[in-house]
């Protein structure tokens, strides 16, 4: 129920992100979403991508350190409160959330947000339970 | 007028200092024979015996001892005494894991804090004196050394060791302290707190510095000297032998006085191992002719310098040294500790990681600091920011409890360090000495 995020290394450094999505680029993977967490001297640039073990294996060609990590990606409609209603049933029920960031998808009308909590098999099937809509990778992959 | 502690030794004649060394030469080339199995077997391999040594000028016959053998006997085996018989231990960094142990006996520390004395005196100190010693205590031989020197010349020390300069520079406001003592870069760095603090250098008492433990330039003491409206002095000394004192300049700074009659000088050719003359750079070679606990014979220190003879306008006669220019091993000096490029690797092979590795070097705001840059791996990595500054701590605490001096961890890029063949290039020194 979880999809996989490609998490990649990189040295804070001028030219490295152009490097890692001309990768991508090359080997035709479709973007989906993305997002950098950076400290002073490096940076994990967290990205969702149509396939993503191609896209590991592309990066990886081009030296770069690169895993594979399991996320949750949950539809929120456009209403106010919305995204509020899923953070509160993950904060009750006690799943603690490393990260997040979101995307729009313009066929679906809605905005899907990427979770990253400890125990995300779990933290899906609530979320699930609740009525929210949890993206497969196989729907992320045709999208 | 110039001022001796010991005169009779200080300003003997040359037939006078060789018939001293001959004397102490000869005794200690037997006890290292007698009571150190490593001595008595290196002997036996070149055939010398402790009867062949009868003057100072047989020392070329006796084979060399090197900072690696320390640690292979670590940490007593080069121990010519009981241990009932020892006074202290002290440790010094090694080119691995292990530290370099330095045994001293109730007479090694007097002679070692009689070093200091005379130092002390060279430069100027008297027994009025408040001797401010900000060199770290503790297994590093700075602290104590001075602080030994200082009380036996009869002076009154202040031993606030090294940090909270803060306090360092209220100490030299308040108490008055005349000679203060610590590495070069933090009397630089006390010398700007000064400034910083707006107080006029003239207006403390502190009127001499004895700087060492690293290297340091002419433009650093100017530098210092000014800042603090000192005069700045350089002393010598290393574990191994002694720590501070082993050598220390006078009033004229013209090069650093060897106490020769404990720790006799020679300059070699590192390739060769041949003795070489006055002026000619080589390799820095030292005997401990007078101590009984570690009786070491020809140390190699890698420090590269040359001696003179010739008597110096203070009026002593003994040996002088001039400042090593360099090492011949990748020993480097930071913030007055020695480390070695290969403790690093072998904190990160202990560490499950692979050596490939950076050092980065540099002084900013006059202390010196260190940089390690890692590559990062696939075992190492992780898509939390939380969890790769924990692997950065991990490494950065390793290599504080290994090296003993802070070093910043940074994670490259795999594949980003420079591979070259033969020997890496790993460390970068930006620091201007």
Same mark, same amino acid.
């Given at each position: 129920?979880?999809?996989?995020?490609?998490?990649?290394?990189?040295?804070?450094?001028?030219?490295?992100?152009?490097?890692?999505?001309?990768?991508?680029?090359?080997?035709?993977?479709?973007?989906?979403?993305?997002?950098?967490?950076?400290?002073?001297?490096?940076?994990?640039?967290?990205?969702?991508?149509?396939?993503?073990?191609?896209?590991?294996?592309?990066?990886?060609?081009?030296?770069?350190?690169?895993?594979?990590?399991?996320?949750?990606?949950?539809?929120?409609?456009?209403?106010?409160?919305?995204?509020?209603?899923?953070?509160?049933?993950?904060?009750?029920?006690?799943?603690?959330?490393?990260?997040?960031?979101?995307?729009?998808?313009?066929?679906?009308?809605?905005?899907?947000?990427?979770?990253?909590?400890?125990?995300?098999?779990?933290?899906?099937?609530?979320?699930?339970?609740?009525?929210?809509?949890?993206?497969?990778?196989?729907?992320?992959?045709?999208? | 007028?110039?001022?001796?502690?010991?005169? &009779?030794?200080?300003?003997?004649?040359?037939?006078?200092?060789?018939?001293?060394?001959?004397?102490?030469?000869?005794?200690?080339?037997?006890?290292?024979?007698?009571?150190?199995?490593?001595?008595?077997?290196?002997?036996?391999?070149?055939?010398?015996?402790?009867?062949?040594?009868?003057?100072?000028?047989?020392?070329?016959?006796?084979?060399?001892?090197?900072?690696?053998?320390?640690?292979?006997?670590?940490?007593?085996?080069?121990?010519?005494?009981?241990?009932?018989?020892?006074?202290?231990?002290?440790?010094?960094?090694?080119?691995?894991?292990?530290?370099?142990?330095?045994?001293?006996?109730?007479?090694?520390?007097?002679?070692?804090?009689?070093?200091?004395?005379?130092?002390?005196?060279?430069?100027?100190?008297?027994?009025?004196?408040?001797?401010?010693?900000?060199?770290?205590?503790?297994?590093?031989?700075?602290?104590?050394?001075?602080?030994?020197?200082?009380?036996?010349?009869?002076?009154?020390?202040?031993?606030?060791?090294?940090? !909270?300069? !803060?306090?360092?520079?209220?100490?030299?406001?308040?108490?008055?302290?005349?000679?203060?003592?610590?590495?070069?870069?933090?009397?630089?760095?006390?010398?700007?707190?000064?400034?910083? =603090?707006?107080?006029?250098?003239?207006?403390?008492?502190?009127?001499?510095?004895?700087?060492?433990?690293?290297?340091?330039?002419?433009?650093?003491?100017?530098?210092?000297?000014?800042?603090?409206?000192?005069?700045?002095?350089?002393?010598?000394?290393?574990?191994?032998?002694?720590?501070?004192?082993?050598?220390?300049?006078? &009033?004229?700074?013209?090069?650093?006085?060897?106490?020769?009659?404990?720790?006799?000088?020679?300059?070699?050719?590192?390739?060769?191992?041949?003795?070489?003359?006055?002026?000619?750079?080589?390799?820095?070679?030292?005997?401990?002719?007078?101590?009984?606990?570690?009786?070491?014979?020809?140390?190699?220190?890698?420090?590269?310098?040359?001696?003179?003879?010739?008597?110096?306008?203070?009026?002593?006669?003994?040996?002088?040294?001039?400042?090593?220019?360099?090492?011949?091993?990748?020993?480097?000096?930071?913030?007055?500790?020695?480390?070695?490029?290969?403790?690093?690797?072998?904190?990160?092979?202990?560490?499950?990681?692979?050596?490939?590795?950076?050092?980065?070097?540099?002084?900013?705001?006059?202390?010196?600091?260190?940089?390690?840059?890692?590559?990062?791996?696939?075992?190492?990595?992780?898509?939390?920011?939380?969890?790769?500054?924990?692997?950065?701590?991990?490494?950065?605490?390793?290599?504080?409890?290994?090296? !003993?001096?802070?070093?910043?961890?940074?994670?490259?890029?795999?594949?980003?360090?420079?591979?070259?063949?033969?020997?890496?290039?790993?460390?970068?020194?930006?620091? =201007?000495?």
């Amino acid at each position: 129920m979880q999809i996989q995020q490609l998490s990649v290394f990189i040295e804070n450094k001028p030219g490295r992100l152009a490097e890692i999505t001309e990768a991508l680029a090359e080997a035709k993977i479709d973007i989906r979403a993305i997002s950098v967490a950076d400290t002073s001297d490096f940076g994990i640039l967290r990205v969702i991508v149509d396939r993503p073990q191609d896209a590991v294996d592309a990066l990886k060609a081009h030296g770069m350190t690169v895993s594979l990590t399991n996320v949750i990606a949950v539809g929120i409609p456009d209403v106010s409160g919305s995204f509020a209603k899923v953070v509160r049933l993950l904060s009750d029920k006690g799943f603690d959330l490393e990260y997040m960031y979101a995307f729009i998808s313009r066929d679906k009308g809605k905005a899907f947000v990427i979770v990253r909590v400890d125990q995300g098999q779990k933290a899906a099937e609530a979320l699930q339970a609740d009525g929210w809509e949890i993206l497969t990778q196989d729907v992320l992959s045709h999208m | 007028m110039p001022n001796y502690y010991q005169p &009779e030794i200080e300003c003997a004649s040359r037939e006078k200092l060789r018939e001293i060394q001959s004397e102490k030469l000869v005794k200690m080339v037997k006890n290292a024979y007698e009571n150190v199995p490593f001595y008595k077997k290196k002997f036996d391999e070149l055939g010398v015996k402790p009867e062949d040594i009868k003057s100072i000028d047989d020392i070329t016959k006796l084979p060399f001892t090197e900072k690696q053998d320390l640690r292979d006997t670590y940490p007593f085996g080069l121990v010519a005494v009981p241990r009932g018989e020892l006074a202290r231990i002290h440790a010094s960094s090694g080119t691995t894991g292990k530290q370099t142990v330095v045994a001293y006996t109730k007479n090694d520390l007097d002679a070692w804090a009689t070093g200091a004395a005379r130092a002390i005196v060279a430069v100027g100190g008297r027994k009025e004196d408040l001797v401010h010693v900000s060199y770290g205590y503790g297994l590093f031989t700075g602290g104590l050394g001075l602080h030994d020197g200082a009380e036996k010349l009869g002076a009154a020390v202040i031993p606030v060791s090294s940090g !909270n300069t !803060n306090r360092q520079v209220q100490i030299l406001q308040d108490y008055g302290s005349d000679i203060l003592c610590c590495t070069p870069s933090y009397a630089m760095y006390i010398g700007e707190t000064v400034r910083d =603090k707006g107080i006029d250098p003239k207006s403390l008492r502190v009127r001499i510095g004895i700087f060492g433990a690293e290297p340091w330039s002419e433009e650093m003491r100017h530098e210092i000297e000014k800042s603090l409206d000192i005069k700045a002095y350089d002393i010598y000394g290393l574990s191994e032998i002694a720590g501070p004192g082993v050598s220390c300049e006078c &009033e004229e700074q013209a090069g650093m006085h060897v106490q020769e009659d404990y720790f006799y000088p020679e300059i070699i050719d590192p390739v060769t191992g041949q003795q070489l003359p006055d002026g000619e750079e080589g390799e820095l070679v030292f005997t401990c002719i007078g101590k009984e606990a570690l009786p070491l014979v020809r140390y190699r220190t890698r420090d590269i310098c040359s001696l003179t003879h010739e008597k110096c306008k203070c009026g002593r006669t003994t040996v002088r040294m001039h400042k090593p220019k360099g090492r011949t091993d990748d020993m480097l000096i930071i913030r007055g500790i020695n480390v070695f490029p290969s403790q690093i690797e072998s904190v990160l092979l202990d560490l499950g990681m692979d050596p490939n590795y950076r050092m980065v070097v540099d002084r900013k705001n006059n202390l010196d600091t260190l940089e390690v840059q890692v590559e990062m791996n696939s075992h190492l990595f992780s898509d939390t920011v939380r969890n790769l500054e924990k692997v950065e701590k991990r490494i950065a605490g390793a290599l504080q409890s290994t090296l !003993n001096i802070a070093a910043k961890v940074t994670l490259l890029e795999p594949k980003s360090l420079q591979r070259s063949e033969g020997k890496a290039k790993r460390v970068e020194d930006l620091r =201007k000495l």
